[in-house]
DNA sequence: GCACAACATCGATAAATCCCGATATTGCGA
DNA sequence: TCGCAATATCGGGATTTATCGATGTTGTGC
């Protein structure tokens, strides 16, 4: 829990969760991004961050458990865990 | 947002939110606990740490919005603003 | 007014985080 | 197999956070 408020205590990486909501608004790449997730290249690029910057700010999400990872060939695509984060809200909300 | 979340990033910090549920549970003081919160002294002894850090983990709490400050005499009492909690626990699972 | 108690703030050091470029890894296509 | 593209990881310098003791501020009681 602390882990997900640390992974959320970050401009860039709460705005990237954001994002998520609407995979549409990213650039097409081979598979759907409202099926596999978005392409981290997409997220880079909107984050404005550099290739390794993006890639440790998708892993701290992901240890935080706020998105899962699709690898698919070469790319990685991330989407939002939903549920892990309506998860969150409701501990926010109750158990906190 | 990012500020309460760096707030609840530190697990001390959650830690005394949790323990500010039960004002009750905390030695007894002049005024009640339920009434105007729990005496920055009673939290500083739970978290085991220093004066100093006491304070300013409350501070910081504060600054988020998670917590009001009564002072009561020479004595500042804590309590969480529960519709500040609410309200994030909201934005968590809505607008994140 | 004085001494003391509770709390806030200051100053400093140790630890963690941020962010990058460089390098390693893996998959794809020629 | 070779080179390239996408990603992950490493190593490090800059910045921020953590935490303390020391000091400042304010209220209380004598």
Chains 1, 2 share one sequence.
């Not at 978005?38 to 910057?53: D, E, M, N, P, Y």
């Not at 695509?77 to 409701?90: K, P, V, W």
Request: net charge positive; with cysteine; proline share 5%.
């Amino acid at each position: 829990m602390v882990a997900a408020f640390k992974a959320l205590g970050h401009p860039t990486r709460l705005a990237i969760l954001g994002w998520l909501k609407e995979p549409e608004s990213f650039p097409p790449q081979d598979r759907p991004a409202a099926e596999v997730g978005v392409c981290l290249k997409h997220i880079q690029a909107r984050a404005g961050v550099s290739q390794s910057t993006a890639s440790q700010f998708m892993a701290t999400l992901q240890r935080a458990g706020l998105v899962t990872c699709t690898r698919v060939g070469q790319w990685s695509h991330y989407r939002r865990d939903e549920d892990a984060i309506a998860a969150l809200g409701q501990k926010v909300a109750l158990n906190v």
